[in-house]
């Protein structure tokens, strides 16, 4: 089993619509939780990060954490086209990262 | 600031070769950690460097060594390539206090081993 796990989509939505985006882990040593954007053949950007259970809003995007549950989530309101892209999510232990797999999200204009 | 910065951007190699690729951290960090992407996965972490040491390593064979330079610039080393090690190698610099959460990546050296 991996450490983490990510549904692999991909997922198709129409603009302005809400994307909703999942991540498990069976690590309960992880300590920080970051989701990342990555474009086609470029390096990952960060989005957010948190380190506790809750939501953590900026702008048009929420994070989700529910450590009891190792459940993590990204939701992004009123999606643009520019958002179609690839999504990761991270967890962090010890400064190490470890990422999910991905989820490749198109926005239709 | 410039950012992270990776070189080459692309390089192709044949089986039993050696390749070196390099990496300069944003100003102001001084960690530099190295990930390897397959196709359609996620990156995995190869090693990371502090202080001009390797801090901690992932499940990679002693094929991947690497180094880190007083100016905090890094390289990583791949002996005996195989097809296998075909993918796209990502740099991440960060400072060491605040590794956990905020590591920002390169645009990558895309490697193909024919």
């Known amino acids: 089993q991996k450490e983490v796990e990510q549904d692999p989509g991909p997922l198709s939505v129409p603009e302005g619509a809400i994307v909703s985006l999942n991540c498990t882990y069976s690590?309960?040593?992880?300590?920080?939780f970051m989701w990342y954007r990555q474009y086609s053949r470029k390096g990952p950007e960060l989005l957010m990060y948190?380190?506790?259970?809750g939501n953590k809003e900026d702008g048009r995007f929420t994070a989700q954490v529910d450590k009891s549950s190792k459940y993590i989530s990204l939701f992004i309101r009123d999606s643009q086209p520019s958002d179609s892209a690839t999504y990761l999510c991270a967890m962090a232990y010890d400064y190490k990262l470890s990422f999910g797999a991905g989820t490749t999200v198109t926005v239709r204009a | 600031d410039a950012g992270v910065t990776q070189s080459p951007t692309h390089l192709i190699k044949t089986r039993g070769q050696q390749v070196t690729l390099r990496c300069s951290p944003k100003s102001g960090h001084d960690t530099v950690s190295w990930y390897q992407q397959a196709l359609g996965q996620g990156p995995q972490f190869i090693f990371q460097?502090?202080?001009?040491?390797?801090?901690q390593r992932g499940n990679f064979p002693d094929r991947f060594s690497g180094h880190q330079f007083p100016n905090y610039s890094s390289e990583l080393n791949v002996n005996a390539l195989l097809l296998g090690d075909s993918a796209l190698y990502l740099c991440?610099?960060?400072?060491?206090?605040?590794?956990?959460?905020?590591?920002?990546f390169g645009p990558g050296t895309r490697l193909l081993v024919l």
């Open positions: 991440a610099s960060s400072a060491l206090e605040t590794s956990g959460e905020t590591q920002y």
């Open positions: 948190t380190y506790s259970s």
């Open positions: 690590n309960s040593a992880f300590q920080y």
């Open positions: 460097y502090y202080e001009e040491e390797e801090r």
